[in-house]
């Protein structure tokens, strides 16, 4: 059982990615599936979450109105739209999922880069 993310690469100022959360062996049907992001020399900071739970969802201030959670069921996915991209955006960007007394899964990263 593990989750692994996809999505990641290069794209200029302004551009749009879209991150994608598999998870493999179990459904996130009872879980809060979280995009955290680390830039070099700064600590893992939340971005966005969403508890399938209920539908609520969380945004960080600084990619509020930019990036969007989504949950595909079909595909036992939890995608991350993120668009009109920023420089300060480039991170490694981590999925992870957890739940009331369930495991706690974190996938293995995935590079976002913002640059001309």
């Known amino acids: 059982e593990h989750v692994v993310e996809s999505g990641g690469g290069l794209v200029q100022p302004g551009g749009s990615l879209r991150l994608s959360c598999a998870a493999s062996g179990f459904t996130f049907d009872h879980y809060t599936v979280g995009w955290f992001r680390q830039a070099p020399g700064k600590e893992r900071e939340g971005v966005s979450c969403?508890?399938?739970?209920?539908?609520?969802?969380y945004y960080a201030d600084s990619v509020k109105g930019r990036f969007t959670i989504s949950r595909d069921i079909a595909k036992n996915t939890v995608s991350l739209q993120m668009n009109s991209l920023k420089p300060e955006d480039t991170a490694v960007y981590y999925c992870?999922?957890?739940?009331?007394?369930?495991?706690?899964?974190w996938g293995q990263g995935t590079q976002v880069t913002v640059s001309s």
């Open positions: 969403l508890d399938n739970s209920n539908g609520n969802t």
């Open positions: 992870n999922a957890r739940g009331w007394r369930l495991p706690n899964y």
